[in-house]
């Protein structure tokens, strides 16, 4: 049953001239103080859901990016200074790049944020999609399976950071502690001071590939998944969700359909569905110019992702509308009563479903953000809200 209502944000400013015709994502430059309006408009975010009763306000960390579509290169000090100018919502970190980390740096980051919080940060890792992004922090991406290695190292020693009074690690990557003298005696474990205050930590964790490798690792550690979000595509994609149900089975954590998951999906109240596509659809195509070329928007041939680029062929390369996204699922598109009873056959579907995440794509205005997800509370979770 669904409970709980949250909303990425990947961190995009406010940006003109939007849409297929518009300004190529490569040619977009901000100045770095456009670029910090980033800071201002996560906190409006943040107040107006903290007000109307979401539960988490999820961030993604990303470098670089003068562009202007993903502005937030550290997630943990920007959850810390909202959960400061908030009372309830907890912020989730959707994801912490681990490649782009020394992995007891970033578990002695989140320990501290969550002392400071009292628990109200939630804790999530990825392995990154941005080669501009990972390559340069001198990690790979283009090598998927050193990346994957890499990750799954980290990780595991992340959670045995977490876990233990103190440890050690010996792994390809990683010999924690080195063997060193140290005030009188021979090194052999270490502490990560201070551990969280919250324990066991709870972590989630992008669902994409969905490999049974990936799935499995997820599973071995209870890293709950989030479906849809950021360059993601979204919607309660069936072989997905029994992919993830059997992969916790096998790890002997047999649970409902849905359980454990978060479905994401980008919504658009409006009068009528076709209302809301036509004042949607500026958003939807800013939001292929940037992911189409990093591979995000399946089914695309190399010719259609190279005219995404040039503004004078891309209205004529067949590129998915908005009206496909709402065909498939990923999108919900129309009157409130529509998108209630569109969410009610989700949680039908999916009984052990709690956490369903909403919200738009990168490329929407401020103005529409808060204005749709205050609409969304008021007119969409009251249906949802238990007794």
Not at 260 to 279: M, P, T
Not at 327 to 334: D, P, R, V
Not at 343 to 371: D, F, S, W
Request: a negative charge.
């Amino acid at each position: 049953m669904i409970t709980r209502f949250g909303s990425l944000f990947a961190g995009h400013v406010d940006l003109d001239n939007e849409g297929l015709e518009g300004t190529a994502a490569n040619d977009r430059w901000l100045s770095d103080a456009y670029l910090a309006t980033v800071f201002p408009k996560s906190e409006a975010i943040a107040r107006l859901m903290d007000r109307t009763g979401y539960d988490t306000f999820w961030l993604a960390e990303h470098h670089f990016q003068r562009e202007g579509y993903e502005c937030i290169p550290n997630v943990l000090l920007l959850a810390l200074h909202l959960c400061h100018v908030t009372k309830n919502i907890r912020v989730g970190c959707g994801f912490n790049i681990a490649p782009m980390w020394h992995p007891i740096r970033m578990a002695e980051d989140y320990a501290t944020v969550d002392w400071l919080t009292n628990g109200r940060v939630i804790f999530g890792v990825g392995r990154g999609y941005h080669t501009r992004e990972v390559e340069s922090f001198g990690a790979p991406l283009l090598d998927q399976d050193a990346n994957r290695e890499l990750f799954e190292e980290q990780v595991d020693l992340i959670f045995k950071s977490f876990n233990e009074r103190a440890f050690s690690h010996q792994g390809k990557h990683y010999t924690i502690p080195p063997a060193v003298p140290y005030r009188g005696y021979e090194l052999k474990e270490i502490t990560l001071v201070p551990r969280p205050k919250t324990l066991p930590v709870e972590c989630w964790q992008p669902v994409v590939s969905a490999s049974p490798r990936a799935l499995d690792f997820m599973a071995k550690h209870d890293i709950r998944g989030i479906i849809g979000g950021g360059a993601a595509p979204g919607g309660a994609n069936e072989k997905v969700v029994n992919a993830f149900r059997e992969a916790r089975a096998r790890a002997g954590r047999e649970g409902a359909p849905g359980e454990g998951l978060c479905i994401g999906f980008s919504f658009h109240i409006a009068d009528s569905v076709e209302q809301g596509i036509k004042e949607a659809t500026p958003f939807f195509e800013e939001n292929i110019k940037m992911f189409a070329p990093l591979g995000f928007v399946p089914g695309l041939t190399p010719e259609q992702i190279d005219a995404v680029a040039d503004p004078k062929r891309a209205r004529a390369a067949n590129l998915p509308t908005l009206r496909n996204a709402v065909k498939a699922g990923t999108w919900l598109i129309g009157p409130p009563e529509l998108i209630t009873e569109q969410l009610m056959e989700i949680q039908h579907k999916y009984p052990g479903l709690e956490v369903v995440n909403v919200g738009q794509p990168v490329g929407t205005p401020q103005a529409v953000i808060l204005e749709q997800l205050e609409r969304f509370s008021a007119q969409v979770m009251p249906a949802f809200k238990t007794t």
